[in-house]
């Protein structure tokens, strides 16, 4: 198989054969290995994630895992980032169609049920929509949750929803933002639900997203959240569940710890914060993308001032370069699981 290329190897760095993973992991621990370990796997030196020994070319060196995570995250982020500006495009445009010759979408042409786009205004449309599609869902249902710590009223809110697909067997899977973990609400809902929810965390998620097997999901109209759109099309479910999917990925399990920065005295929070900044975002909205308050942030910020001995606000974007926090916190990818392991 020597000089096979990609071909025979279809996977990135964050999924490796298992050829590779046993050569990339013995690299890792010893340093380097000789580079006829390497002919039946192509794909490392394809990939970057070895490299020949300047000192003796008969032998390859790994690229360290934090800088193949970084590498791996730019790519993510932009993916996320660019799948969040589509859907917002695709609300825009409803909007401004639904808005042609002074009809609404809930009275105009075409606005039966079964439609595959819906505007629903007001919290009793919403909350009936959603309850329709509980009764109807029997596989699976896919949320994402933004914001802080979640009150004890917004849980209790679509409780009742959540027991009843329980009772049916349907599975959930949900993510937060880290923050989210702090809140006995959450802790306290999941514990209720057993085994039916597996929760993960991550630093920012897209806006709400409801979605019921692969069929219906349900996303806010407006920034107060009194409308939301029932999206049935085919081409926009498969979408937003490919987003859902990659966040997924990317997310922590509740039951796992938060990683670490990886640099003395600076927590996860305090980079993800960073690398905001590093983005030219102003305090209100680091603190609205992470799910805290602005006051926890301008405290956050202040340490990070402290620990890189930043005076001022340039000098400490600045030292946030240097030291290499302006990209996403470094995240360890979960193992992808079997559809039977759910």
């Known amino acids: 198989m020597t000089g096979h290329g990609t071909e025979e190897h279809p996977h990135g760095a964050d999924r ?9 992991s ?11 370990d390497a002919e039946q796997v192509p794909c490392l030196l394809d990939l970057a994630l070895l490299h020949p020994d300047p000192d003796d070319m008969d032998w390859l060196v790994p690229t360290a895992p934090q800088e193949v995570m970084t590498r791996l995250l730019r790519g993510v982020h932009a993916e996320v980032a660019e799948s969040q500006r589509r859907v917002g495009a695709a609300v825009a445009a409803v909007e401004w169609y639904a808005g042609l010759g002074g009809r609404t979408p809930a009275t105009g042409p075409g606005a039966g049920e ?17 309850d329709e599609a509980t009764q109807a869902c029997t596989t699976e249902v896919l949320t994402v949750q933004p914001g ?17 697909l329980r009772g049916r067997g349907v599975r959930m899977r949900d993510l937060y933002n880290h923050v989210a973990r702090h809140g006995q609400g959450l802790l306290t809902y999941l514990e209720l639900m057993g085994d039916a929810v597996e929760a993960r965390t991550l630093d920012e998620v897209v806006d709400r997203l409801i ?16 409308m939301a759109l029932e999206l049935r099309h085919p081409a926009l479910i498969s979408y937003l569940v490919t987003v859902f999917e990659r966040l997924w990925r990317l997310g922590v399990p509740l039951n796992a710890p938060i990683p670490d920065s990886g640099i003395e005295g600076i927590s996860h929070r305090e980079q993800s914060i960073a690398a905001l900044l590093a983005e030219g975002h102003q305090d209100a909205v680091i603190a609205e993308r992470l799910g805290i308050s602005v006051r926890t942030c301008r405290a956050h910020i202040a340490r990070l001032s ?15 370069a240097q030291v290499g926090l302006d990209t996403p916190a470094h995240l360890t990818l979960p193992r992808q699981e079997s559809p039977t392991a759910r």
Do not use: K, W
């Open 16 to 24: 490796l054969c298992a050829a590779a993973d046993r050569v990339y």
């Open 114 to 130: 079964g439609s595959a786009i819906r505007v629903l205004d007001g919290l009793a449309r919403i909350q009936a929509a959603m």
């Open 26 to 36: 013995r690299a890792v621990r010893r340093g380097r290995v000789p580079r006829r």
């Open 306 to 320: 402290e620990t890189l001995g930043a005076a001022s606000r340039t000098q400490l974007g600045v030292r946030i």
């Open 148 to 164: 802080g710590i979640r009150r004890e009223h917004e849980l209790s809110e679509g409780l009742h929803r959540a027991l009843a």
């Open 211 to 226: 979605l019921f097997d692969h069929t219906v999901a349900f996303i806010p109209a407006n920034t107060e959240r009194t």
